[in-house]
């Protein structure tokens, strides 16, 4: 069996108390994951780039996510000197959703042009870009990672996957390419309903939305990564944190 990439595991920036808190369940209970990623949620106060600070703390290998909308492309990058400070080399570039409270500003700034901003800016930096899987055709999707790869991209990180087939596929067309294959557990109907209607996930034959289900098929997902030498992004969602990285890598 081939040597298993990086593991990831994503952390909500909720508070700096409740972020150490989920860093040292991380710590206690998953020995093998080598990365943190923080979203930038705009409903917290916390930045991503501040929680990735943060977590240097217990892991060295952090990532947070840069919101492309929320980039001025006037303007230097706002985050450069809290990154540079930080020592962070990695950052992965979403589109970002338009914010709720419309008094925070955004651009309409997409992902390639955040990409090629960063070459330019931070070229110490890496950058990864996001795959959704569910927005539209294969074809589709192929062409905007064709995209990210011009602009300077050097891997990827998909939306969760919920169906080992559909993996496969992806895999054959991704072939050659750094991906961090991504699963999260879905713990209620609603939530299920949520990724139906929202993200058009179209959930396999005999599907739960439960704890057991998601911990089973996330260790399916890091058997498919393993035989890959990929690497694997762990979105535990309104989950037990503890429980669900118990189940997946205890």
């Given at each position: ?247 997946v890598l205890g």
């Amino acid at each position: 069996m081939k040597e298993l990439g990086r593991i990831s595991v994503e952390l909500i920036p909720r508070s700096e108390d409740g972020l150490r808190d989920d860093l040292q369940i991380v710590k206690k209970n998953a020995p093998g994951v080598e990365l943190i990623n923080i979203p930038d949620l705009l409903r917290f106060d916390m930045r991503s780039w501040q929680g990735a600070a943060i977590a240097q703390e217990y892991f060295p290998a952090v990532m947070p996510h840069i919101r492309a909308i929320d980039v001025d492309l006037s303007q230097p990058l706002s985050m450069r000197p809290e990154l540079r400070q930080s020592g962070i080399t990695e950052v992965l570039v979403i589109e970002g959703d338009p914010p709720q409270d419309m008094s925070h500003k955004f651009y309409p700034t997409v992902t390639t042009d955040v990409i090629s901003k960063f070459h330019q800016e931070m070229p110490e930096v890496k950058v990864y870009a996001g795959i959704d899987q569910y927005r539209g055709s294969m074809r589709q999707e192929l062409y905007r990672i064709q995209r990210k790869l011009q602009a300077g991209a050097v891997g990827f990180f998909t939306q969760p996957f919920f169906d080992i087939r559909f993996m496969e596929m992806y895999a054959d067309m991704l072939e050659g390419q750094n991906v961090y294959w991504g699963v999260s557990p879905v713990m209620s109907e609603r939530s299920q309903s949520y990724w139906e209607l929202k993200n058009n996930v179209i959930f396999p034959k005999g599907f739960q939305p439960t704890l057991e289900w998601s911990i089973e098929f996330s260790k399916k997902a890091l058997k498919f990564a393993e035989e890959r030498d990929a690497n694997l992004y762990l979105m535990p969602i309104k989950s037990n944190l503890e429980a669900y990285l118990q189940g997946v890598l205890g």
